[in-house]
């Protein structure tokens, strides 16, 4: 008999064990999707009329995933565009719910478009069908299902790369990035009294990304390009880049600051300029931390 009554006692504790952890295998395993639908989708796709045609570029950034829609005329040349977050609802590794919030400069002055907008991305092969719409926010491309293309050589809302910023600033004096300056960084600090997050990746390439993020109720500067650097000493670099972002179109961002180390992270400093463009967002130094 007491051998029957601990059985059950050792079953009823194992059920305990098991409803007491949290479920963060659903929420792992959700994670996993997103992530893998983001390395799946990324990418430019197109869909024409009579007009002129789309593109959609799907760009994942630092564990995010962002839309560029960018409309052309029949000879390719750019006359609208918008930049949208796809935050992930529920999904697949093909297949993903999104809420979409979009923003343009060309629109509300910047800042987020009235509305609600959900609709579902989902992969196919070298294509992407947008469908359920609900809501009454504006759509990614079309409130209808839509499919669109991939091809690789469409246009892109970054047109500027390490060659563009090399032929700007020239070769003269470049060096090589450091290995221990390569990676993504992040910096938190505090502008008109909120919390600002940016991501920086540098890559061997001299691909640049960056990635502003400020309160929820402003959209986030995201913008790509390329990247020198030269060497003023042992230890301090000048970094000159050439970026644009998906909010702008392909207008061009560039500019120089001074990089260096403090033995703990990374250092971006204001040279005197008397613009600070978008890299330094009106601040004469930035402290960045190594996360990756």
């Not at 032929?167 to 502008?191: F, Q």
């Amino acid at each position: 008999m007491n051998r029957v009554f601990n059985k059950i006692l050792i079953c009823f504790a194992a059920v305990l064990m098991l409803c007491s952890f949290p479920p963060v295998h659903a929420e792992s395993t959700v994670d996993n999707a997103f992530k893998a639908f983001m390395d799946n989708g990324a990418g430019r796709f197109y869909t024409a009329d009579e007009d002129g045609f789309i593109v959609l570029e799907l760009i994942p950034a630092f564990g995010k995933l962002f839309a560029s829609s960018a409309y052309y005329t029949k000879e390719a040349s750019l006359y609208s565009y918008f930049a949208s977050e796809l935050l992930p609802l529920t999904g697949s590794p093909t297949s993903f719910v999104f809420n979409i919030r979009s923003f343009s400069n060309m629109s509300r002055g910047g800042n987020y478009w009235e509305g609600e907008t959900r609709q579902r991305l989902s992969l196919q092969p070298y294509s992407v069908l947008i469908s359920d719409y609900h809501g009454d926010g504006d759509p990614l491309i079309s409130k209808k299902p839509v499919l669109l293309i991939k091809q690789d050589d469409l246009p892109t809302i970054f047109p500027y790369n390490p060659s563009s910023v090399q032929k700007m600033y020239g070769n003269t004096g470049t060096t090589a990035l450091p290995e221990y300056l390569k990676g993504v960084w992040l910096a938190s600090l505090m502008s008109n009294g909120s919390k600002v997050t940016v991501n920086l990746s540098l890559e061997s390439d001299g691909t640049m990304t960056l990635l502003r993020e400020p309160p929820n109720n402003y959209p986030p500067i995201l913008a790509k390009g390329g990247y020198v650097l030269s060497q003023d000493s042992e230890d301090i670099f000048t970094l000159c880049y050439l970026v644009s972002s998906p909010s702008h179109g392909t207008m061009p961002y560039d500019g120089c600051v001074k990089l260096w180390s403090d033995g703990i992270g990374m250092i971006l400093e204001d040279k005197g300029e008397e613009f600070r463009y978008l890299l330094m967002m009106g601040k004469e130094h930035i402290g960045f931390e190594k996360i990756r």
